[in-house]
Each structure stands twice: as C-alpha cells, then as structure tokens.
Nanobody, 120 residues
C-alpha cells in the first residue's frame, strides 16, 4: 500500500508559478513510477506528466510541455510538479499517482488531490 498526500495548490494569477509536492508513505517509493493528473470542473481526469523510478525518464502532455517540470527525490519519498507560465485553463484539481509500471496501464495508488486555480 502507498498513501499519497499532495500539497502546494492555491490561487495564482495567469503567468505565475506554483510547485506541487506529493509525499508518499511507502518505504519502497523508488520502485514506483509517479505521475500527475488533473481534473477540471465538468471534465474527465487527464494525464499531465509522469516520471520513471529513477527519474531518468519523463513524459508530458502537449498542453503542459515546456511549462511544467516533474521531478522526484527518492530520499524524501516525494515527487514534485513545478508549474510555470500558468494559464486559466490549468485550473483543476491535481492528483499524484503511483504505478508499478511506467507508461502503461492505470496507476494503482492515488492521492486526494490539491486545488490549483489560475485567475485571468
């Protein structure tokens, strides 16, 4: 079992930045690929980005590529999402997720989410 707790969400103006954190309870954090997803009001949850076990491989949705950066610190059992040049359309609840596979399937573990609101 892995428990995930997101933090760092909030209200920011368009063009601003936020950094989300996701702390994992598992001592085996380093074996999990990690990802961030988001869900805007009235929309389905969508993929944002993912990072491999070691952090050596990352992948981004086209909508955030070049603006968002995912990273992880396995010593701290934490994954981060640095979000720059935020747009109103980035407004959503952001979820982190842990998966035993990278790039395939649905993550097995999910956090509760953190709200990000970008004002115009």
């Amino acid at each position: 079992q892995v428990q995930l707790v997101e933090s760092g969400g909030g209200l920011v103006q368009a063009g601003g930045s936020l950094r989300l954190s996701c702390a994992a309870s598992s001592r085996t954090f380093s074996i999990y690929a990690m990802g961030w997803f988001r869900q805007a009001p009235g929309k389905e949850r969508e993929f944002v980005t993912r990072i491999s076990w070691s952090g050596g491989s990352t992948y981004y949705a086209a909508s955030v590529k070049g603006r968002f950066t995912i990273s992880r610190d396995n010593a701290k059992n934490t994954v981060y999402l640095q979000m720059n040049s935020l747009k109103p359309e980035d407004t959503a609840v952001y979820f982190c997720a842990a998966s035993t596979t990278y790039g395939t399937g649905t993550p097995q573990y999910w956090g509760q989410g953190t709200q990000v609101t970008v004002s115009s």
